[in-house]
């Protein structure tokens, strides 16, 4: 529970609210939760007090009052939502701005774990819910239980004084147990929450697994195992719901002892006179309305917490380093090692490339030569050793600094959807002609040229295209030339070639191998220079 209630709290101080719209939500909303108990009791004590004097004079200063309440109670619910939704819009904006940065930091092997979904899209569809700490918990809860203080408080300083003190603390006592019991129970209620979300998740892919296999399942006369299986299912599912129905009833249950517990402490009432025992029965009464209010509000947090959870999954990425672009552009491994899966696809390798150098990263597929490249980049993650450009290890360069430096090109370029100049350019400042890097490679492309009517040899072509725009020291390319003719490869060499830059290229093309200054094979998890 206490490592829930922590998470959601982190969340609330990620979205720092503008103290301001804060107070007016608070106060607002404090306002017009004391007005709505202020109506319920003073209507029934305007009641009790004009039977015991009657008369238009003895009800008409507390029935203006009444009315001024009843007015001003629609605008404050009205300003005490519009501060709440401002509040939820700006940690929606802060949250989003975290989100992106948080995903924009995971490495390869992060983003391989979410293959399942659109990891962006289901981030911010969980902050969306997220906003609700605000909107449905947090200021609703505050105010009610603020408010309950605001009415003990009252009836123990109503005339005769002193005499309402015992009673008081009573309520007081109860209330508190209620709260407590509420709080107690929301960790069993996110639990119940996880147990039913797992059990959820179980049941789709259940419903996939046997969409798939119960044709022949029934042509083999094994249908019952289809049965079986989906009944098992069913059936934690279903307990799991009844689970969290029992838990939902618990909350219910002590809002509603507690309330009658409220009502039960009048026993303790001094004697006075019938409106003021009518107003401490109100206030005591209104407990069941407050409380109900915290109990919706706990509900929310627990509503919440799954999103909570899967967002807090992403903040485990290292943050970027802070260091500028080393004048020294040599690219240095050190007794590298690299693993996946638990198969180490790099071991204890080290490699000095020179600035300007071309090295041909060759080796049998799946051999790691594609993670090694991303690791170069720092897309990906490295296990030991030291990999440092200059002498400063990738991690301490800026991340601006080292994507404007360095660029990765993937053998199955990624790119957005629209028009090719778009994509080439799209969140670069180009130092170079797209255009006339295009033509150099044989691409004539117009305003109206879209990315996904490519071939796919043209689309690596604009691919590399896209890697020249920043006029990087160092391109990292993962089978540039795969599919290619002898004369578009060597269109992409010579262009390549004439920004002096240093190129590590993962291929086994042999023009591609003839044009590099020294070759590196990767076998046995191991780096080993070609002699040629």
């Known amino acids: 529970m206490t490592s829930d209630v922590r998470r959601l709290v982190r969340w609330l101080q990620r979205a720092r609210p503008p103290r301001e719209e ?66 939820g819009f700006a940690a929606v904006t802060r949250w989003r701005r975290w989100l992106v940065h948080a995903v924009g930091r995971l490495d390869y092997s992060r983003w391989r774990a979410y ?89 789709l892919a259940e419903l996939v697994e046997l969409s798939a296999v119960t044709p022949e399942l029934t042509l083999l006369g094994r249908s019952d195992f289809a049965t079986q299986r989906s009944a098992r299912t069913v059936g934690r599912l279903l307990e799991a719901e009844r689970g969290l129905r029992r838990r939902r009833q618990v909350s219910h249950v002590v809002v509603v002892v507690v309330a009658l517990g409220a009502v039960a402490v009048l026993a303790m009432r001094p004697g006075t006179s019938p409106v003021w025992t009518v107003v401490a029965a109100m206030v005591a009464l209104a407990t069941y309305e407050l409380l109900n209010v915290v109990r919706a509000s706990v509900d929310t947090a627990v509503a919440v917490s799954a999103g909570a959870q899967r967002l807090e ?65 720092g897309l990906d993650h490295l296990h030991a050793g030291l990999i440092s450009i200059g002498g400063v290890p990738i991690e301490e360069i800026d991340e601006d600094q080292l994507r404007r430096h360095v660029t ?72 540039p030339t795969s599919g290619l003719g002898r004369s578009d490869t060597a269109a992409v060499l010579s262009l390549l070639a004439s920004t002096g830059a240093t190129v590590v290229v993962a291929t086994h093309d042999d023009q591609v191998i003839e044009w590099c200054d020294e070759v590196v094979e990767l076998r046995d998890a191991l780096l080993h220079a070609v002699s040629r």
């Open 408 to 479: 990765y090109v993937p053998s199955e370029p990624g790119l957005l959807r629209g028009f090719v100049l778009d994509v080439v350019l799209l969140g670069r400042r180009s130092r170079r002609d797209a255009v006339a890097d295009l033509a150099a490679l044989g691409l004539t492309t117009t305003a109206t040229s879209r990315w996904e009517q490519l071939s796919r040899g043209e689309g690596q072509r604009v691919a590399v295209v896209r890697a020249l725009a920043t006029s990087p020291a160092i391109y990292l390319l993962d089978e």
């Open 313 to 377: 999954e992403l903040d485990g990425a290292p943050a970027s380093g802070e260091g500028a672009w080393p004048h020294d552009e040599t690219l240095r491994l050190e007794h590298v090692s690299i693993r996946e899966g638990g198969l180490a696809l790099v071991g204890d390798a080290s490699l000095v490339v020179a600035p300007g150098r071309r090295v041909a990263l060759t080796g049998a597929s799946g051999t790691g030569k594609s993670t090694l490249l991303r690791t170069l980049d």
């Open 22 to 87: 804060l107070a007016r939500a608070l106060a607002s909303g404090l306002v017009a939760t004391t007005i709505n108990v202020a109506l319920l009791v003073g209507a029934v004590a305007l009641l009790v007090e004009s039977a015991a004097r009657p008369g238009l004079h003895a009800v008409l200063g507390a029935l203006i009052v009444i009315e001024l309440f009843a007015f001003l109670r629609s605008p404050l619910r009205y300003v005490e939502r519009l501060s709440a939704h401002r509040l």
């Open 115 to 203: 293959a399942a979904g659109d990891l962006l899209e289901r981030g911010l569809r969980d902050i969306d819910e997220l906003q609700d700490l605000w909107l449905r918990c947090v200021i609703p809860a505050v105010t009610s239980g603020a408010v309950m203080v605001i009415g003990d408080v009252a009836v123990g300083l109503l005339p005769p004084r002193g005499r309402w003190t015992l009673f008081v603390l009573a309520l007081v006592a109860v209330q508190a147990v209620g709260l407590a019991a509420l709080c107690w129970n929301f960790g069993g209620l996110v639990e119940c929450d996880r147990t039913l979300r797992v059990a959820r998740s179980d049941y």
